[in-house]
């Protein structure tokens, strides 16, 4: 079965919406995706925030039909993610162990950096 852009783009935001659901890190309380999404623009973890910009952007060009961007946009993403560990370690907030919610959120960016390299080789094949 070969799944169209639509499809791939589809069930990335619909797993990215799903980190909004789920816990990301407890400490005294439990702290949702939809939390962090708010919040997580502020310093020192701004930059990694941008993870979201890239999903973004990266879901309108596969929805746009240019793969190469959205791979790339997926990567960065993905990169801008998996950061939050060793800035969290950096920045002394290693005692919160991470949740389900922020693994689900690092899947929606693999996703798309998948979805976007498969539909590019499969164009380039034809």
């Known amino acids: 079965m070969k799944l169209s852009h639509r499809q791939i783009a589809l069930l990335a935001i619909l797993v990215y919406l799903a980190s909004f659901l789920l816990p990301v890190f407890k400490t005294e ?3 949702y995706g939809c939390e962090a999404f708010a919040f997580g623009w502020n310093p020192p ?10 999903f973004a952007y990266g879901v ?3 929805a746009k039909k240019d793969y190469r961007k959205a791979k790339n ?3 960065i993403g993905t ?3 998996i950061l939050y560990i060793p800035a969290s370690i950096l920045f002394g907030d290693w005692g919160k162990p991470l949740h389900i919610g922020y693994y689900t959120w690092v899947a929606s960016m693999v ?9 590019g080789n499969c164009e380039r094949t034809k």
Request: aromatic share 20%; proline share 3%.
């Open 79 to 81: 990169i801008l993610a």
């Open 45 to 54: 973890y701004t930059p990694l925030w941008f993870a979201n910009v890239a």
């Open 73 to 75: 946009a997926g990567l």
């Open 29 to 31: 309380t439990t702290f």
């Open 111 to 119: 996703i798309l950096a998948l979805g976007g390299w498969l539909l």
């Open 60 to 62: 309108w060009k596969l």
